[in-house]
């Protein structure tokens, strides 16, 4: 599984911490990657580029397996 999240930095709050989002997946599934995008909530219309990277490179790991 594929997570992909906005990162702490643009947190309202400054003193806000990024939540370990990966770990709390860990719990729930196999083969859990990701990472924090620095944009906000619409994170493919924000950082499509990104996302686009993270899908293919998901789908080609499970295709290969």
């Given at each position: 599984?594929?997570?992909?999240?906005?990162?702490?930095?643009?947190?309202?709050?400054?003193?806000?911490?990024?939540?370990?989002?990966?770990?709390?997946?860990?719990?729930?599934?196999?083969?859990?990657?990701?990472?924090?995008?620095?944009c906000g909530h619409?994170?493919?219309?924000?950082?499509?580029?990104?996302?686009?990277?993270?899908?293919?490179?998901?789908?080609?790991?499970?295709?290969?397996a």
């Amino acid at each position: 599984m594929t997570s992909l999240f906005k990162s702490a930095s643009i947190l309202p709050t400054p003193n806000a911490t990024e939540p370990d989002v990966l770990s709390t997946w860990r719990q729930r599934a196999d083969n859990v990657r990701g990472k924090a995008l620095d944009c906000g909530h619409f994170l493919a219309e924000e950082r499509p580029e990104e996302v686009t990277a993270q899908l293919l490179a998901f789908l080609a790991a499970d295709r290969a397996a």
